[in-house]
Structure formats: structure tokens, C-alpha cells
């Protein structure tokens, strides 16, 4: 598993607890497995803390599956 991966289960782990939805399909919506959207967005600002990057407002709507995060978030630090 990678870090990134890794670092975004612990932040909506986190941030959902104690009704942490599972993800089961990296590619579905994580509005559809359990996420409401306030719980998304401040998921999505603990990652944009945790990695120091910025996430721009257009792109936070293809930020829908959990493998759309990953990629936005490797395409930013690497």
C-alpha cells in the first residue's frame, strides 16, 4: 500500500471516527461508501496540511474516488 494511500485511510479514519465508513472501491465516489461531504473537506485539508501542497478549488471536484485523491496528491509532491 502506499504512503499516500496509507496517510489518507488514517485521515478519514480520523476525521470520520468513530462511524469510519470502509472503503471497499477506490474507484467509487467516497460520498458513496459513508463520506459526507464537510468529513471530505476536512479530509481534504488535513492532506493538504499534512503534505504541505495546495489543492487547487477546480480540481477538488475530480476528488471524488479514493484513486483520484491519490493521484492528485503524488501529482503534487513528486
Known sequence: M???KDA???EISEVCFPNTPEITDPDDS???QGIDSLDLATVLMALEERFEIEIPEDEIKELASLNNVIAIIE???S
Open 75 to 77: 501529482a503534487r509532491i
Open 8 to 10: 489518507i485511510l488514517e
Open 2 to 4: 502506499s504512503s499516500v
Open 30 to 32: 467516497l460520498l458513496n
